[in-house]
């Protein structure tokens, strides 16, 4: 598919009709599913009142995502991208559809909540690698960078107006009502996709029926020290970063607060993360925005647990915000434009997984130890965590001069060799040219 608008230098990301209909479905959808998150959070909560339960709900759509991810990752580099979207879409706003029905009735028990998340799960193991797929067929690798910022800006401004909304909309109609509330919202996505142009999709290299196994991406990604590197980075992140929001939660209920605080943190954070998505608009990702921006975030989230009074928990969690939007566009930006295109949906699923492990195993283990010691002596210890594990690495880079550290006019240099051109499979391993 070639695109019937040619692209210019001065062409931005918005000036194409596909870009602004999935980003503007994208954002109503996920206002909806920020809002249905804090409802089924609180749900859980009243129905255990058990930090462990709370985590065992959240964990649930990661583990299905674990299970699912290799096939999700086949999904998205050898279906068509759109299609597939419409579908998970389709299947995501039914599951919400069938919560609300039972919240209305107050027949939603602890054994559904987690069931219905294992479904949701299932169905984003295959829908978030192909939406990042996707993403790249809309902007192409001109616009890719932008169009990750966008996409991680949605999902943070999303989680500000939904914290905003979340609690008058609980007033108004209910916990249901906020639940069926998101499964109306799919239709803008489904919407959305229907009116697209597919002439104006750019082309992307699909993997041959026969090559389009998992292990060629465990292959590819063998010899690549830059690759490993983000993906060692990634684990340590999902292991002991991906829990301050149940701890938030268990935090000011704890604190006798209620959902308004809650939902004042969330928008903390959220209201960081979009100054950070500002910021990263016309910034180049680098290897050194990673590594400076994993040791930022364990300092600040281990602070956060020493924090005395909302107050000043709200002003550390704003720059938390800010870091992880930062590291977070960096990982996907770096992972998509250093992996050959026909394996990129196999790569991203490979990041996921990894993800998810990490966020499997540090919710649920988040919640039990907050459960003996409390959420705040629990933040502090994972935000230590983050800071040792990333400075260790980093020396022990040095040290095996596998990470080069050079000082220029304008700071640092980063530089991690890579592999000179190998063959590894059906995909040719380049060398990182800009790690800086």
Known sequence: MRSQRPETKESSLFSFRNSRLFFIGQLISQIGSSMQVVALGWIALRLSHNGFVLGLVTAAPIFAMLV????????????????????????????????????????LTVWQLVVSALLVGAVNAVGVPTTQVFVSEIAADRHLRQAITVNNAILDLSVVVGAALVGPVIGWLGTAGVISANAVSYVAVIAALLFMRPGELHERQKAPKERAQLWRAVGYLAPRRDLLLLLAITAVVSVFATSLPPLLLLLSDQLGKGADTYGTLLTAISVGALTGACAMWRAKPALGTVLVGTLLLGVLESAAGAMPTVVTLIAVLFPIGVISVVLRTALLTLAQLWTDPELRGRVLALYLSVYRVGWLLGTLTSGWLARLWGPRAVLGLSGGAVAVTVLVIGIALVMARALSVTRTATGFRLVLPTPTATLVGPATVRPTQDNV
């Open 68 to 107: 699912a991810g290799p096939f999700g990752g086949f999904v998205a580099d050898r279906l068509p991208a759109r299609p597939v979207l419409i579908g998970t879409s389709a299947a995501l706003g039914g599951l919400s559809a069938v919560l609300g029905l039972l919240a209305s009735h107050n027949a």
